[in-house]
């Protein structure tokens, strides 16, 4: 069983940078592949980033890409999102999820149901 809680979510203007965190619990949070997904008013639950278990892979949403970094400390149990050059666009509640399955392949790390483990999620407001 892993329980996450995410923090670090708040309103800024565009342009600005924001950094998420993702508290894990559990002795097997450096065995999980971890990810961060976004769900705006009315709309799906998106994906944003993913991270392999020792970091050595990453993966982006187009939408995020060169703007958004992902990144984990074992040591920590924590995972991270780092977003800078916020637009409107990106004004949702954000998720952390976990999964102890190794999802390498396009459809597979950006599908939610992939992901057993989700946080609570943290509202990130970006105005124009």
């Known amino acids: 069983q892993v329980q996450l809680v995410e923090s670090g979510g708040e309103s800024v203007q565009a342009g600005g940078s924001l950094r998420l965190s993702c508290a894990a619990s559990g002795r097997t949070f450096s065995s999980y592949t971890m990810g961060w997904f976004r769900q705006a008013p009315g709309k799906e639950r998106d994906f944003v980033a993913t991270i392999s278990w020792s970091g050595s892979s990453t993966y982006y949403a187009d939408s995020v890409k060169g703007r958004f970094t992902i990144s984990r400390d074992n040591a920590k149990n924590t995972v991270y999102l780092q977003m800078n050059s916020l637009k409107p666009e990106d004004t949702a509640v954000y998720y952390c999820?976990?999964?102890?399955?190794?999802?390498?392949?396009?459809?597979?790390?950006?599908?939610?149901?992939?992901?057993?483990?989700w946080g609570q999620g943290t509202q990130v407001t970006v105005s124009s």
């Open positions: 999820a976990a999964t102890a399955r190794s999802l390498r392949y396009y459809n597979d790390y950006r599908d939610a149901n992939k992901y057993d483990y």
